[in-house]
Every structure is written in C-alpha cells, then in structure tokens.
C-alpha cells in the first residue's frame, strides 16, 4: 500500500486565484513527479524532483510552479488560475537509484478553474 | 527523446484472453512498467521487465523483447473489472508513458 497523499481531491476556483496542490509522502522516497492528465487522455509531467531543493521541469510546459523543502513534502503553486488549468494534477514519487523505478500515485487532484 | 506506441482502444469479451501491445523507441532504456488506470482514478502498478522474456503474476503477464523495443500485457480470464486503460511506460531516468489503452471487457 503506497503512503502518497494529495489534497484537495476537487478544488473549483475562480480565475486569477492563487492555488496550491498539496502532495506528501511517507515513505522516504527521493523522487517525486507532478503529472497533469485530461480525461481520457494521456499523462503529462510537468515538474519533478530528485530530492530536497532539486526541481526540474518536465516535458509539458507548465506555468506552475514547485518546491522541495523537504523530503516528503512537493506542493505545487499555481500563480493565477486560469480555465486552461482545468485537469486532474497527480503526484507519485519513486526510490531513487533502486532496482525498480515503480512509481507510486497518489488520488489525485481534479481542478476545475470558471 | 522517446517515442511509445500503443493501440487507442481494444474491446475483448469477459473470460477471454486479450494482449496489448506496445512498441517503443528510446534513447537510454532501464526497464519497461504497465499500469492500469480506471477512469477518474491514478494508475496503479501491474508489472515491471528489466530482461528480455515474460513475466506473470496471476491473471497478468507482460513481455519484453529490448531489442526489438516491444512488450505486451497479457490479460487472461478477463474480468468486467478489468475494464480500464493500460499504460505502458519506459524506464530511462524517469518513467515516460504512452498515450494508454481503453480496455472496454463485454459481457
């Protein structure tokens, strides 16, 4: 059973708000991932990190923002809300320089910006 | 950069056996993951090959051949449960997925 938690599991938000997805995990990994994913289509990385103060973009440009200040703990922050945010935003994270690469999800964080 | 390649869509019949293909071509490669995510959901690990040949795990099986850069899942005794998208993701230094299989199971 995978110790990775987000909240809020549904956020509706107005245009031009600041929003922060939450993302913790207990499990000591080194490694986490943001992933955006619409519904039904495929999914996008959008920022990782491979440990405390380590934040790299991923393949999908995002205009969020990341920050690791500690191990377990990878909040995403969304200036200002715009509609074309509207998706669902899923964290995982994974054993850095293990065998396995397995990367373990959370519930995910479905957005919806009016 | 990477490219994998999965069919959009499959439908099988409940009991039956049905494999999903995936073909991939990568610069750099450690292993080759499936997932199933039902829909709304987060995907969750089924499988993972890091050497060439089939590995099972119950209803499940997945293949790798590295150097024809494939694999498929194999799913057998299909359950209407089973109904969901299949992806298939490589391994370099972070996981890179495929668009997914719609995995539709009739009765």
């Known amino acids: 059973e995978a110790d990775i938690y987000q909240t809020p599991r549904y956020l509706v938000i107005g245009t031009g708000k600041k929003i922060t997805l939450e993302c913790s995990q207990t499990?000591?990994?080194?490694?986490m991932y943001w992933y955006q994913q619409d519904p039904g289509m495929e999914l996008h990385l959008i920022h990782y990190?491979?440990?405390?103060?380590?934040?790299e973009k991923g393949d999908l440009s995002s205009e969020s923002t990341v920050s690791r200040i500690r191990t377990e703990h990878f909040p995403l922050t969304l200036e200002s809300a715009r509609p074309s945010h509207t998706s669902q935003y899923l964290c995982?994270?994974?054993?850095?320089?293990?065998?396995?690469?397995?990367?373990?999800f959370g519930p995910g964080t479905r957005l919806t910006v009016t | 950069g990477q490219n994998i390649d999965q069919p959009t869509e499959m439908t099988a019949t409940e009991g039956a056996i049905v494999q999903i293909n995936c073909t991939y071509q990568?610069?750099?490669?450690?292993?080759l993951f499936w997932y199933q995510q039902h829909a709304g959901e987060a995907p969750t690990f089924l499988s993972y090959?890091?050497?060439?040949g089939l590995e099972e795990k119950g209803r499940f099986s997945s293949f790798l051949s590295r150097s024809k850069g494939y694999s498929y899942l194999l799913l057998k005794e299909l359950q209407m449960k089973d109904s969901a998208s299949y992806l298939c993701?490589?391994?370099?230094?972070?996981?890179?997925f495929g668009t997914g299989t719609r995995l539709t199971v009739i009765p």
């Open positions: 995982a994270s994974s054993v850095f320089g293990g065998n396995s690469y397995e990367q373990y």
């Open positions: 499990m000591g990994h080194d490694k």
């Open positions: 990190s491979y440990g405390v103060n380590s934040t």
């Open positions: 993701a490589v391994s370099r230094s972070d996981l890179f």
């Open positions: 990568t610069s750099g490669f450690n292993g």
């Open positions: 090959n890091v050497l060439d």
